[in-house]
C-alpha cells in the first residue's frame, strides 16, 4: 500500500454532524467524507477518546486506535523495568540516548517504547490512515501532564521510510523495521482484531526487503528487525537475535 493508492480502498472519514476536525482530516487525507458506514467500509471517526478506525459492526469507542495503557501502567512501575524489553536490549543502546529512525511506525507501539527509554525517535508511516491515527494520537499525547514529555521525543512523518531516508541523507544510531507479518501468524503485539483492520487497511509489506537494504545503507550503529518466531529472517547476514514470546529482533550491521 502506498501514499497514491491508498483511494482504491473503501476507506471514509465518520462525521454527522458539522466538525472541523473532520474536515481536516479529509482535506489533509482526500479522503472523503460520509455521515453513515456501508458494510465493507472502514471509517475513521472522532470519538472522544480520540480518532479510531471502525466497520459497520464495531460499536463506537472499540474501534483501533493508538493504545497507551501499557505505557501509563509501565510509568507507575517505573521506565527502567522496560530495558529488560527483548527490543530494547535489541537496539543495545547501554545507557546512550540514541537517534532512532521507526521505519514502520504503524500505531506506534514500539515508538512509544524508544521514547520511554530516553531515544529520540522518527516516527515514518507511510498508509495514511494509520498516520492520521498515530498523528492524533500523539497529539492526545502530547497535552497530557502523564506523558508529554515521551511524546515530545517522537516526530512523525509521513513518507515511505525508503524515500524518507535516501531523501534526507539521515544518519540515525538505528533503524527499525516491523512490517507487516504473513497472514495467520499472530505474532503481533496487537490483539487479532486490531491487526485484522490494520492489515485490511495496509495489506503485505512486501517490499520490506528493499527498506532493509536502504536502512543498512544509513543506520550508523544498527539495524532492528522484528519477525514472527516461525518466519524467516528477511534477509541473510543476521549477526544474533533478540527472543521475545512470539516474535524475535534481529540484528543487522550497517551495511
Ligand atoms: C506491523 S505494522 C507496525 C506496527 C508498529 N511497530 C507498532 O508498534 O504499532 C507495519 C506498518 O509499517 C508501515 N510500513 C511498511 N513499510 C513502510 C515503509 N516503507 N515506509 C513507511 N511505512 C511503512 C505499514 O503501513 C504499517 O502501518
Not at 486506535?65 to 536490549?89: F, I, Q, S, Y
Not at 532512532?100 to 516516527?123: E, N, P, R
Amino acid at each position: 500500500m502506498t501514499l497514491s493508492d491508498h483511494r482504491q480502498l473503501i476507506l471514509k472519514i465518520l462525521c454527522s454532524t458539522p466538525d472541523t476536525r473532520a474536515s481536516e482530516l479529509s482535506l489533509r487525507t482526500g479522503l472523503p467524507i460520509t455521515s453513515s458506514i456501508a458494510p465493507n467500509e472502514l471509517v475513521l471517526v472522532y470519538e472522544q477518546t480520540g480518532l479510531e478506525l471502525r466497520n459497520s459492526e464495531d460499536k463506537p469507542g472499540t474501534g483501533v486506535k493508538v493504545e497507551t495503557k501499557w505505557l501509563r501502567h509501565a510509568m507507575k512501575r517505573g521506565l527502567e523495568h522496560l530495558r529488560g524489553d527483548p527490543l530494547a536490549r535489541a537496539l543495545n543502546a547501554g545507557n546512550a540516548k540514541l537517534t532512532v529512525i521507526d521505519a514502520t511506525a504503524g500505531l506506534g507501539g514500539d515508538s512509544l517504547l524508544f521514547a520511554a527509554l530516553g531515544h529520540q525517535v522518527t516516527a515514518i508511516e507511510r498508509n495514511i490512515a494509520v498516520w492520521a491515527l498515530l498523528d492524533d494520537g500523539l497529539q492526545m499525547l502530547r497535552s497530557d501532564p502523564e506523558l508529554s514529555e515521551i511524546a515530545a521525543r517522537i516526530t512523525l512523518h509521513l513518507a515511505d521510510a525508503r524515500d524518507y531516508i535516501t531523501q534526507n541523507k539521515t544518519s540515525p544510531d538505528v533503524i527499525y523495521i516491523d512490517p507487516m507479518f504473513p497472514p495467520k501468524r499472530r505474532a503481533s503485539a496487537l490483539p487479532p482484531l486490531e491487526l485484522q483492520r490494520l492489515r485490511s487497511v495496509v495489506g503485505e509489506d512486501l517490499d520490506a526487503a528493499g527498506l532493509l537494504e536502504v536502512a543498512r545503507a544509513h543506520a550508523t550503529h544498527r539495524v532492528v528487525v522484528k519477525r514472527p518466531n516461525d518466519g524467516k529472517p528477511l534477509a541473510d547476514g543476521v549477526l544474533g537475535s533478540h527472543q521475545g514470546k512470539t516474535v524475535h529482533y534481529d540484528i543487522y550491521r550497517k551495511g
